[in-house]
């Protein structure tokens, strides 16, 4: 299923935010880079932390564990 994805560049200062929508969903995410990163690149990788997202909330639906989720290991971010 191919989803429709919002993508928003935001300037702050050197740097940008990019934030990903998954319009079926409303799911949001945002990530930080240095505006002088290829455009092409923060959408990959917004897109790609978009996507674990959405796999992280449908194995909580399925009732899977999600490694972080619970332990007490705390974090809440995520490497991409």
Do not use: C, H, W
């Not at 200062?13 to 002088?36: I, M, R, Y």
């Not at 290991?73 to 995520?78: A, E, M, P, Q, T």
Request: zero cysteines; a positive charge.
């Amino acid at each position: 299923m191919r989803r429709e994805i919002i993508f928003e560049f935001t300037p702050i200062g050197a740097s940008v935010k990019v934030t990903a929508v998954d319009v079926t969903s409303g799911l949001e995410v945002s990530v930080v880079a240095p505006s002088s990163a290829p455009r092409t690149e923060l959408e990959r990788i917004a897109l790609q932390k978009l996507r674990y997202m959405l796999g992280r909330n449908a194995d909580r639906k399925t009732g899977k564990d999600t490694p972080g989720d619970g332990d007490g290991s705390g974090g809440g971010g995520i490497v991409v």
